[in-house]
């Protein structure tokens, strides 16, 4: 099994299977064998694996302690960068917050 460079779709796509696999198998060596991959690349995958886990685990238990999570930050922050790429990018920031207000202030901008 190939593992060419790092951030590649396939290579991605392909360890996100690996990974469902290994969740879902009873056995390592069941994984193993379905993937049809060596020891070696299948420890490569555990280990991503724990790493994921380990760098995500005070952001869980954040969650289950608080209930609170970034999310409506994020979906504002995608917002604003749509903006940003709708146009290529501002030169003046005034203009860049002008377009923030307009498309996402809930300007209502009909007369009545």
């Given at each position: 099994?190939?593992?060419?460079?790092?951030?590649?779709?396939?290579?991605m796509l392909f360890?996100?299977?690996?990974?469902d696999?290994?969740?879902?198998?009873?056995?390592v060596?069941?994984?193993?064998?379905?993937?049809?991959?060596?020891?070696?690349?299948?420890?490569?995958?555990?280990?991503?694996i724990?790493?994921?886990?380990?760098?995500r685990?005070?952001n869980?238990v954040?969650?289950?302690?608080?209930g609170?999570?970034?999310?409506?930050?994020?979906?504002?922050?995608?917002?604003i960068?749509?903006?940003?790429r709708?146009?290529g990018?501002?030169?003046?920031?005034?203009?860049?917050?002008t377009?923030i207000y307009?498309?996402?202030?809930?300007?209502d901008?009909?007369?009545?």
């Amino acid at each position: 099994m190939p593992w060419p460079e790092k951030n590649i779709q396939f290579t991605m796509l392909f360890e996100r299977f690996a990974i469902d696999v290994l969740l879902g198998a009873q056995t390592v060596q069941v994984a193993k064998g379905i993937l049809q991959s060596s020891w070696d690349e299948t420890w490569h995958i555990l280990k991503k694996i724990a790493k994921t886990i380990q760098e995500r685990l005070p952001n869980v238990v954040i969650y289950c302690m608080h209930g609170i999570t970034n999310a409506v930050a994020e979906g504002m922050n995608s917002k604003i960068m749509s903006i940003k790429r709708r146009v290529g990018g501002y030169r003046d920031r005034e203009n860049f917050k002008t377009a923030i207000y307009f498309y996402y202030g809930g300007l209502d901008l009909y007369p009545r």
